[in-house]
C-alpha cells in the first residue's frame, strides 16, 4: 500500500462497504448467531466509517499542513479552533456539519461514540400495588431506534462523494 493519506481514506470506506454487505446477509441469515453477527456488522460498519471521516480529515490537515496533522480523533480536527488561525473551507464544512445535530455527520459520529457507552437496562414504568390502573413512565426516557444498513450506506455515500469533492478542490494545478 502507498503510504499518500488518500490510501487510508478510501481503505476505510471501502471496508465500510464490506462491513454494509455482511450486515445485509446477517440480517437475511437464519442462523442462531444470527443477532450477534448483525450487531458485530453494524458496529464495524461504523467503526470503517469513522475511520475514514478521520483519514478524510488527515488528508486536509497534512494537505494544509496543520500542526494537528496526525490527530488520534476526527473530533480534534472539527472544532473551531482548528480553524481559527487559517481559513480552510474543507475543514469548515466538515465543522458545519458535525455542530448540527439533524446532519448525517453528526449522527454519526454520535453513533460512533455511544459505541462505548456502557449498556444500560430499560426503565420499566412503575407500578403502584394500590392503583393496578394507573402506570407511571418517564417521558424523557425513549428507546434509541437501532441503526438502519440503509442509514449507514447513506452516510457512507454521503462521506465518498465529499471526499471525491474535497479531493478536487484540493489538487494542486
Same mark, same amino acid.
Given at each position: 500500500?502507498?503510504?499518500?493519506?488518500?490510501?487510508?481514506?478510501?481503505?476505510?470506506?471501502?471496508?465500510?462497504?464490506?462491513?454494509?454487505?455482511?450486515?445485509?446477509?446477517?440480517?437475511?441469515?437464519?442462523?442462531?448467531?444470527?443477532?450477534?453477527?448483525?450487531?458485530?456488522?453494524?458496529?464495524?460498519?461504523?467503526?470503517?466509517?469513522?475511520?475514514?471521516?478521520?483519514?478524510?480529515?488527515?488528508?486536509?490537515?497534512?494537505?494544509?499542513?496543520?500542526?494537528?496533522?496526525?490527530?488520534? @480523533? &476526527? *473530533? =480534534?480536527?472539527?472544532?473551531?479552533?482548528?480553524?481559527?488561525?487559517?481559513?480552510?473551507?474543507?475543514?469548515?464544512? /466538515?465543522? #458545519?456539519?458535525?455542530?448540527?445535530?439533524?446532519?448525517?455527520?453528526?449522527?454519526?459520529?454520535?453513533?460512533?461514540?455511544?459505541?462505548?457507552?456502557?449498556?444500560?437496562?430499560?426503565?420499566?414504568?412503575?407500578?403502584?400495588?394500590?392503583?393496578?390502573?394507573?402506570?407511571?413512565?418517564?417521558?424523557?426516557?425513549?428507546?434509541?431506534?437501532?441503526?438502519? @444498513? &440503509? *442509514? =449507514?450506506?447513506?452516510?457512507?455515500?454521503?462521506?465518498?462523494?465529499?471526499?471525491?469533492?474535497?479531493?478536487?478542490? /484540493?489538487? #494542486?494545478?
Amino acid at each position: 500500500m502507498a503510504h499518500e493519506l488518500y490510501t487510508r481514506t478510501n481503505q476505510k470506506i471501502y471496508f465500510a462497504g464490506l462491513a454494509l454487505d455482511a450486515l445485509g446477509k446477517a440480517e437475511d441469515s437464519r442462523a442462531m448467531n444470527a443477532q450477534a453477527l448483525i450487531q458485530a456488522e453494524r458496529e464495524s460498519a461504523l467503526f470503517h466509517l469513522y475511520g475514514a471521516l478521520l483519514g478524510l480529515c488527515h488528508e486536509i490537515a497534512g494537505f494544509y499542513r496543520l500542526p494537528q496533522a496526525n490527530a488520534p @480523533r &476526527a *473530533e =480534534m480536527l472539527l472544532t473551531e479552533d482548528a480553524v481559527n488561525s487559517i481559513a480552510i473551507p474543507e475543514l469548515a464544512e /466538515l465543522i #458545519e456539519l458535525a455542530q448540527h445535530s439533524e446532519t448525517w455527520l453528526a449522527q454519526m459520529l454520535a453513533a460512533y461514540n455511544a459505541l462505548f457507552q456502557p449498556p444500560r437496562a430499560p426503565k420499566k414504568p412503575k407500578g403502584d400495588v394500590t392503583q393496578p390502573m394507573i402506570i407511571a413512565i418517564s417521558v424523557g426516557d425513549e428507546s434509541v431506534p437501532e441503526l438502519t @444498513r &440503509a *442509514e =449507514m450506506e447513506s452516510w457512507r455515500q454521503q462521506l465518498k462523494g465529499l471526499t471525491v469533492r474535497f479531493r478536487e478542490g /484540493l489538487s #494542486e494545478c
